[in-house]
């Protein structure tokens, strides 16, 4: 689209695009925080799995990692993620 303009007009009307852009992405997230509150900080209520563990829960996190298993005589050592 840019190049569109340039041809037809000059560069310095072109650069309008992609100032735009530039600035629609700096105005966007101003516009979700201020009239959007609402809506976003329904999100912000979810546990997402950040939730703190117990140590009884992580002695079995970090014990399943170190299980070795037999599957048709053959040994498998599982990988921890």
Do not use: C
């Amino acid at each position: 689209m840019m190049g569109a303009v340039v041809t037809r007009r000059n560069a310095h009307v072109a650069m309008a695009i992609p100032m735009m852009g530039y600035i629609m992405a700096w105005i966007f997230p101003i516009y979700v925080n201020v009239f959007n509150r609402e809506t976003m900080d329904v999100r912000r209520a979810t546990d997402l799995n950040i939730a703190p563990m117990s140590d009884k829960q992580l002695e079995l996190e970090r014990n399943a990692t170190h299980v070795v298993l037999k599957h048709g005589g053959e040994t498998i050592e599982t990988i921890p993620h």
